[in-house]
T-cell receptor
Framework: SQTIHQWPATLVQPVGSPLSLECTVE??????LYWYRQAAGRGLQLLFY??????ISSEVPQNLSASRPQDRQFILSSKKLLLSDSGFYLC?????????????FGSGTQLSVL | DAKTTQPPSMDCAEGRAANLPCNHS???????VYWYRQIHSQGPQYIIH???NNETNEMASLIITEDRKSSTLILPHATLRDTAVYYC????????????FGTGTRLKVLA
């Protein structure tokens, strides 16, 4: 069966520090991968999505970047964190299966930038 | 931007049916309606999706109007564990990879 791993669960970082969040998917190949962010009390904002290795689409210009070095690995990064980068970060995946396609989420990372 | 409109919040008595509406008046012919829910501090969970026919699974039923401009998610016997934010999404099966979430409906099931 397919599983998605996202870590760490909680992260506290000072302003100006770098960030690296990692997500891996097991049990499937060539998934679509996504990064979402959820500010406190708000809805989910799509940040990046990827349909293949090295292929990254950015939805919102911001202080973050994403990379996909391997088929089932998706990394969210920042060189210098801002206070506004605080939030709940979710990795998700889907496989193109026509009408049966669904999106599956990881357990998320709660990032606090202080 | 999200292509759906949902009420920000709803209450439902435990054991009663919870009917969550969603408006998607600009839906295209190749777009499906998806429903997800998010329990506090967890990743969203898939519930159900459909194109134009009503759908039912072990979690819920999805009723889509004939003109497909709105839909209703029905939780037949709500429990306290159904308290969550429910998101309605429209998405084409082909030609796009994005799932765009709106702000959802915060459902509170009352004992």
């Amino acid at each position: 069966s397919q599983t998605i791993h996202q870590w760490p669960a909680t992260l506290v970082q000072p302003v100006g520090s770098p960030l690296s969040l990692e997500c891996t998917v097991e049990g499937t190949s060539n998934p679509n991968l996504y990064w979402y962010r959820q500010a406190a009390g708000r809805g989910l904002q799509l940040l990046f999505y990827s349909v293949g290795i090295g292929q990254i689409s950015s939805e919102v210009p911001q202080n973050l970047s994403a990379s996909r070095p391997q088929d089932r690995q998706f990394i969210l990064s920042s060189k210098k964190l801002l206070l506004s980068d605080s939030g709940f970060y979710l990795c998700a995946w889907s496989v193109r299966r026509g009408t049966a396609e669904k999106l599956f989420f990881g357990s998320g990372t709660q990032l606090s930038v202080l | 931007d999200a292509k759906t409109t949902q009420p920000p919040s709803m209450d439902c008595a435990e054991g009663r049916a919870a009917n969550l509406p969603c408006n998607h008046s600009t839906i295209s012919g190749n777009e499906y309606v998806y429903w997800y829910r998010q329990i506090h501090s967890q990743g969203p969970q898939y519930i159900i999706h459909g194109l134009k026919n009503n759908e039912t699974n072990e979690m819920a039923s999805l009723i889509i109007t004939e003109d497909r401009k709105s839909s209703t998610l029905i939780l037949p016997h709500a429990t306290l564990r159904d308290t969550a934010v429910y998101y309605c999404i429209v998405r084409a099966i082909s030609g796009t990879y994005k799932y765009i979430f709106g702000t959802g409906t915060r459902l509170k099931v009352l004992a």
